[in-house]
């Protein structure tokens, strides 16, 4: 006769060894790693910014609602959010270097840097253009979808291509995406604003080489994004002073994301006569 409390004993026992088994059995591309939870929080940012720039900024418009400064603290919001989405950006490849990612950890990467730095930017665009006096709405819709083909592009080749260590070819998607953004809150004439957005589309897609954000590099770009941040919330709460900030912070990435390509292009042509210069030499020194 068997006792039921062996029984049941020998019941939980097997449960929690099958469990165990399945957990072990458990595919590791299922399985999420801490920087995986980074990235993640990188797509819920981004997703958040076009919520708020739908609810803040283009019902308001849409409904005729006269509160400017709802608009104004969620376009402050929303780009706070993509600041947010590339401070996650940039841990999770700490942190995936340091300890480990998943197997999947590379698409998931690519999947939310499309959302908050694809989707995000280019409906922030979208929607400057329909609220905004003397803009284009059909021309904006164009840009947006030009910002929007220019990430999926970059971060596509970004898989493919193989570059040398320490560097990214073509503006990487996150400083496009805060470039672009910064464009639009500058508030300049149409015509310029469109042209340095798809200027910034264009050298997301280039071959341009730019470093990575590694050592003092990161913490350069992490004070940054803190600082975007404090700007923007002075701006959104009206605080004195906090316009200018505002538009000189603005003014800056802009300037930023246009001498970096001037450096590049520089030490490319100065690499270029270097190696034209060694190989005269070396022929002049074969000749007899």
């Known amino acids: 006769m068997i006792d039921p409390d062996t029984r049941a004993a020998d019941w939980v026992a097997g449960t929690d060894a099958e469990a165990a088994e399945e957990a072990e059995e458990m595919p590791l591309s299922l399985r999420l790693s801490i920087a995986d939870a980074l990235t993640l929080g990188n797509a819920t940012c981004g997703f958040m910014a076009v919520y708020f720039t739908t609810t803040g900024i283009l019902i308001p ?99 493919c291509v193989t570059m040398k260590d320490g560097m990214f070819q073509g503006m990487p998607s996150p400083f496009g995406a805060l470039t672009v953004v910064s464009i639009v809150l500058l508030e300049l004439p149409f015509i310029p604003t469109l042209l340095a957005i798809i200027g910034v589309a264009w050298l997301m897609v280039s071959r341009v080489e730019y470093p990575k954000p590694r050592g003092v590099l990161a913490v350069a770009m992490l004070s940054w994004i803190v600082g975007a941040m404090a700007m923007l919330a002075a701006w959104a709460f009206d605080a004195p002073g906090g316009a200018f900030l505002l538009q000189t912070g603005c003014a800056l990435q802009v300037v930023l994301g246009a001498v970096i390509p001037l450096f590049a292009t520089a030490r490319r042509v100065n690499t270029f006569r270097g190696n034209r210069r060694e190989s005269r030499e070396a022929r002049a020194a074969q000749l007899p």
């Open 61 to 159: 418009h849409l409904t005729g609602s006269t509160e400017t400064g709802m608009a104004r603290n969620s376009a402050a919001t929303a780009v706070i959010l993509m600041l947010a989405a590339a401070i996650f950006d940039l841990f999770d490849g700490i942190v995936a270097r340091k300890l480990r990612s998943s197997p999947m950890g590379a698409e998931l990467d690519n999947l939310s840097d499309l959302i908050s730095f694809g989707l995000a930017p280019a409906y922030f665009v979208l929607v400057y253009g329909m609220v905004t006096p003397g803009a284009q709405q059909k021309v904006s819709a164009v840009a947006a979808i030009v910002v929007l083909l220019a990430v999926v592009l970059r971060l596509a080749r970004f898989s």
